[in-house]
């Protein structure tokens, strides 16, 4: 029989990526993401996968972000016990995020009990911090483009998808098939990752579609940043940024840096309330030749002053200045809030600021206490960096409602709210069709995951216009038979 695949999730949504890939009687999962956003999508957490967690053979996971990855600790304390497979950054990542993840569920958890807004009794966590410390043991490293054997029959190779440190496109091999599921696709020259491996051929071929239906704007040397904190500030406000925690922090705290040194924005404390984001850095700095090629020492020839290049040049060496030493992130007044008692005192306080904390879709963590504070006061900014969910708190303060719902109570938004698209490491509509450009000849299918229905249906209108290829876009729990 051919193998089969069967799209658990990112089916028409952005979120819970995870695909079971059977052949010959193995069973691998392809990413273990968390639901988010909407209500009905998160209940999907809770419920069994149509796979027992025991009987799946091995994980291959794509990337470190919560979406891909979070739902591994569930699988581990459900009797899951083989190997993990991964690229060595994404195993870093992992080492950060599934503690911190299952540390949060079990203070959400803690304070929905305390403060009576659960219609459970008592609210539990999905795991907790010892579950997904359990989980790392499991957790198999493997370089880029070194194909290795996961069972018997099936091996997987990882390619640099240029989204996240570590993050890959993972290509299964069986004798007569060929998958190659995409992960998110990264971004073409931005500062600090190398730009996605191009890929000339496969079979069968998953696609992210985050922003299939459009563009980016474009990079305007952190103006729009600058004009959001100078306005803020101005008022006697606070800037606060809800961002993911591993890979949007490190381009913000970049940009508040240089926007400070040419003086184009007042100094005043910046607060990174994500003791996460912090070994995130490091994890960065430790694994700097797995970066942009340009912002390593010796990376580049200098190109001609005053061109173009010149100037793209100029910023990835700033860049490479920062990679080099970890301090060069930290602006004038720069602080890690490192315990959950000066989160909330930070909070309380009025004083004008910067503060970076996560989760990046205001779904959950420190921001959420950040932002029932500052919405109330028009002085403020809530200022989102990257793509929102529908669903999520996020997206709700996109859409403009007047109130958000916060730990139990309705918080009033008068504050003013910014968004600030360019620092997405998401590929957009016309940075997915370069990549797929680059195929010598088209897969037999193409599945677009990991994106709203109507970017779907944009995005898979313009392959087929373009380039004349057979798009699917598959339903949750849909399964697809691999043809012989």
Same mark, same amino acid.
């Not at 290795?148 to 440190?165: K, M």
């Given at each position: 029989m051919p193998p089969t695949l069967r799209f658990l999730g990112a089916a028409q949504t952005v979120t819970g990526s995870k695909y079971l890939f059977e052949s010959g009687g193995a069973k691998i999962l392809v990413d273990a993401g968390l639901f988010q956003g909407l209500k009905e999508l998160r209940e999907r957490n809770w419920q069994p996968l149509p796979v027992a967690a025991t009987e799946i053979d091995a994980i291959?996971?794509?990337? *470190? &972000?919560?979406?891909h990855c979070g739902y591994l600790p569930r699988l581990v304390s459900e009797g899951f016990r083989g190997r993990i497979f991964c690229t060595p950054g994404t195993k870093d990542l992992c080492r950060i995020v599934l503690p911190d993840s299952g540390r949060i569920q079990e203070e959400d958890a803690e304070q929905a009990n305390r403060e009576g807004y659960t219609r459970h009794a008592p609210a539990l966590p999905l795991y907790t911090e010892n579950d997904a410390i359990n989980t790392l043991a499991f957790l198999q490293p493997v370089g880029? #483009?070194? !194909?290795? !054997?996961?069972?018997?029959?099936?091996?997987?190779? +990882?390619?640099?998808?240029? &989204?996240?440190?570590?993050? *890959?496109?993972a290509r299964i091999r069986t004798a007569s098939h060929d998958v190659l599921f995409g992960g998110d696709l990264g @971004? +073409?020259? @931005? !500062?600090?990752? /190398?730009? /996605?491996?191009?890929?000339?051929?496969?079979? $069968?071929?998953?696609?992210?579609?985050? $922003?299939?239906?459009?563009? &980016?704007e474009d990079d305007d040397d952190g103006e729009k940043l600058a004009r959001v904190i100078r306005d803020t500030i101005e008022r006697g406000g606070r800037v606060v940024? !809800?961002? +993911? *925690?591993?890979? @949007?922090? #490190? #381009?913000?705290?970049?940009?508040?840096r240089k926007l400070e040194i040419e003086k184009r924005i007042p100094v005043v404390p910046v607060y990174l309330d994500s003791p996460m984001a912090a070994e995130a850095l490091a994890r960065y700095r430790e694994r700097i030749d797995e970066l942009d090629a340009e912002v390593q /020492?010796?990376?580049?020839? #200098?190109? *001609?002053?005053?061109?173009?290049?010149s100037r793209l040049f100029d910023r990835r060496r700033a860049v490479a200045a920062i990679e080099r030493d970890l301090c060069a992130f930290c602006t004038a007044k720069f602080k890690v809030v490192a315990t959950s008692r000066e989160s909330h005192d930070l909070a309380r306080s009025n004083r004008p600021a910067i503060v970076i904390s996560s989760s990046g879709m205001a779904t959950g963590g420190r921001v959420l206490h950040h932002l029932r504070a500052a919405l109330p006061d028009s002085r403020n900014t809530a200022l989102l960096v990257g793509f929102q969910a529908e669903g999520t708190r996020g997206r709700r303060l996109l859409n403009g409602e007047k109130t958000l719902r916060i730990h139990g109570a309705d918080v009033p938004v008068h504050a003013q709210v910014e968004r600030i698209d360019s620092m997405s490491a998401h590929a957009d509509a016309r940075e997915i069709m370069r990549w797929l450009g680059g195929f010598a000849r088209p897969p037999r299918t193409t599945f677009l995951v990991h994106g709203e229905l109507p970017a779907m249906t944009a995005l898979r209108d313009r392959i087929v216009s373009e380039l004349g290829w057979n798009v699917h876009i598959p339903r949750w729990q849909e399964s697809a038979d691999l043809g012989e």
């Open positions: 291959v996971l794509t990337h *470190a &972000h919560l979406d880029y #483009e070194r !194909p290795v !054997p996961i069972a018997e029959g099936i091996e997987v190779e +990882f390619i640099n998808a240029g &989204h996240l440190l570590g993050s *890959a496109y @971004r +073409f020259d @931005r !500062p600090v990752l /190398p730009d /996605p491996t191009m890929v000339q051929e496969t079979g $069968y071929l998953l696609i992210e579609s985050t $922003y299939g239906d459009r563009l &980016h940024i !809800p961002a +993911f *925690a591993v890979g @949007r922090v #490190e #381009e913000l705290l970049y940009w508040i /020492p010796g990376g580049s020839v #200098e190109p *001609a002053a005053g061109t173009a290049e």
